[in-house]
């Protein structure tokens, strides 16, 4: 059966950083493309970054370009979202996803994790 498990969500003040990480059980990760998503209150859950299974293709929102960096560790199967510059706007539902086409990085992807929080206060 495959799993997404995302950790790393929490409450930080603007301008601060947090890391996200994400594993796979049950999927082959270092065959996959994977994608950090999220949704914020009242809207609905958009692409922020996307990465392929052999790392050579990033995908990045305009809203979190210069500010997040996606990386995995596919000997660790490890999937990263290292996030800086922390905005009250980043406050969301953070997801991650495994399957799915990195280059578009839409929310089509097929396996999903539950989520994780990160609150971002002014």
């Known amino acids: 059966q495959v799993q997404v498990v995302e950790s790393g969500g929490g409450l930080v003040q603007a301008g601060g950083s947090l890391t996200l990480s994400c594993t796979t059980p049950?999927?082959?990760?270092?065959?996959?493309?994977m994608g950090w998503f999220r949704r914020a209150p009242g809207k609905e859950r958009e692409g922020i970054s996307c990465?392929?299974?052999?790392?050579?293709?990033?995908y990045y929102a305009d809203s979190v370009k210069g500010r997040f960096t996606i990386s995995r560790d596919n000997a660790q199967n490890t999937l990263f979202l290292h996030m800086n510059g922390l905005k009250p706007g980043d406050t969301a539902m953070y997801y991650c996803?495994?399957?799915?086409?990195?280059?578009?990085?839409?929310?089509?992807?097929?396996?999903w994790g539950q989520g994780t929080q990160v609150t971002v206060s002014s």
């Open positions: 990465i392929s299974w052999s790392t050579l293709r990033t």
């Open positions: 996803a495994a399957g799915g086409d990195d280059r578009t990085c839409r929310p089509d992807f097929p396996y």
């Open positions: 049950g999927l082959n990760f270092a065959d996959v493309n």
